[in-house]
């Protein structure tokens, strides 16, 4: 099957239907008059262009075009478990097929890390087998960030009897192991699932975990608790084979409040009031960052609640069937809808897979700055939240474990991971918060950070991932008690965030481009002709008020042992020529650019 938008118009040729006419008769001399009621010549337009197949399903276009798609076809990625788990585990590392060990493990939380001793030149396809360390890193998947005391103790526990100690919380709410070996994988899920956790399609090209708000059900501030329609997408659609061969991966924030970045989701559903239909989610889609960045468009419409279940459904098999499966580069949502537009992205939706109109409604209103839930505020339950800020999700399972163990002191079973790796302790009643904050503060755990340690965020970078080309979460630990120091004396000053963000390659799961400060890894001329580890910098970018991407300037480079004196620098000129209140990302649009370098 064919359309003419996706394989372009063919060509009828008339050719040989009828005789060839004269050449007097098929052109017309410039400098001779036409006579009355002559046919003006049509103009030569050329050979049309036949446009080449993205693979869509929708259209037909069933074969794959390329090696991910030939091998999502060649066996379902969920059913490499059972090879995981009679075969891998006991056979060692080496018994792994490659297809299974690059691709299909993902489904299942795994990634290989990066091995040891190569540094960001050896960051390249080409060299797959040399940084494909035996170990991986495992997802554990934690849908809304919401955890327990007893499933907080076992991924501890799990991190410190096998993943080295190890635990990083990841900007989407889950935790990162890393040095997991295959051997130990069955019995680390089934430890997992004995407290109803999971690594169930934490990766890879299907529905990953689900952004929720930390606080959903307890915020004075939201419209409404969205609980029961992550829970129901979790229980009917999460490892389903349905919806496990998507062209890309798929992001997904419900939140009764605009505290998990929506604009940066395939699909998002933020509370709004409905004036005549009451409390509800306003739908968008089709956002994501990476290389080309987008932000997500509202759909317009008015989701209820009970309904949100089904409306996510729609979206993620209409981006099954719909999206790009050609090159990889253009197989999220983003690049359907670019091309789309949301109108008729509304329109596919409501016929082909709702079956019905949606309602049309308002746009949630802005906030101002972005809301992390960080410090200690009122619950609906009349008790309070105390949100911890460990520097770019940077802990370890001794501290996850000691976690629970404080929170089961301090009266708590529900511990809370944040969009922005951050940690929330609910429930701490009014005369054991201050007990809770310095328990917690020798671990690392701040509940009354600096601007710098709250504001900080970055992606496991080099020490652990195959694609960074610098140090990253690393490097943070260093750069945050740093920056406390050098600008102890204008810290008073800031009565606005300053986010940085640092990532280690173009991929962006450290989210450079909307950050105040944002640094995207790469290789850079230290001056000498040495290549040494560097950013490019992102001035200004954010979400919410100000949404948009940062600004670049031109062959502007730092190198990573710069950072430091470079954002000294911008934050310091900052301060000397903002106007009242002004936000960086206002300011940073409008500055001169020697103030920015």
Known sequence: MTSSTDAGSTEQSTAQARPERPATERRVRPDRPRSEGAVAPRERTGKPVRRRSEGQWALGYREPLNANEQSKKDDNPLNVRARIENIYAKGGFDSIDKADLRGRFRWWGLYTQREEGYDGTWTDDDNVDLLEAKYFMMRVRCDAGALNAAQLRTIGQLSTEFGRDTADLSDRENVQYHWIEVENVPEIWRRLEAVGLHTTEACGDCPRVILGSPLAGESLDEILDPTPAIDEIVKRYIGKKEYSNLPRKFKTAISGQQDVVHEINDVAFVGVNHPEHGPGLDLWVGGGLSTNPMLAKRVGA?????????????????????????????????????DWGIEKFRQVLEDEYLKRKLIDGPAPELPEKPIDHIGVQKLRNGLNAVGFSPIAGRVSGTILSQV???????????????????????????????????????????????????????????????????????????????????????????????????????????????????????????????????????????????????????????TSVELGDYIDRVVRNFVKNREAGERFAVWAVRADEADLR
């Open 404 to 558: 629970a163990d404080a929170a089961e002191k301090y009266g708590s079973d529900r511990i809370r991971f944040t969009p922005y790796q951050k940690l929330i302790v609910l429930d701490v009643a009014d005369d054991q918060v201050d007990a809770l904050i310095d328990e917690l503060e020798p671990l690392g755990l701040q509940a009354r950070p600096s601007i710098w340690r709250r504001n900080l965020l970055a992606c496991s970078g080099i020490e652990f991932c195959k694609l960074s080309f610098v140090e990253t979460r690393k490097r943070s630990q260093a750069l945050a008690p740093e920056l406390e120091q050098r600008l102890a004396d204008i810290n008073a000053e800031l009565d606005v965030p300053i986010t940085i963000n640092i990532n280690g390659c173009p991929n962006s799961c450290g989210r450079s481009q909307i950050a105040d400060i944002g640094f995207k890894g790469q290789l850079v001329d230290d001056g000498t002709g040495n290549q040494v580890e560097g950013f490019q910098v992102h001035l200004g970018g954010s979400l919410g008020l100000d949404s948009g991407f940062g600004r670049k300037l031109r062959q502007h480079k730092v």
């Open 302 to 338: 008015w989701i209820p609640l009970d309904e949100v279940p089904d409306v996510w459904e729609a979206v993620v098999s209409l981006f099954r069937d719909y999206g790009y499966r050609r090159l990889r580069a253009k197989a999220r949502l983003k690049f359907l809808i670019k």
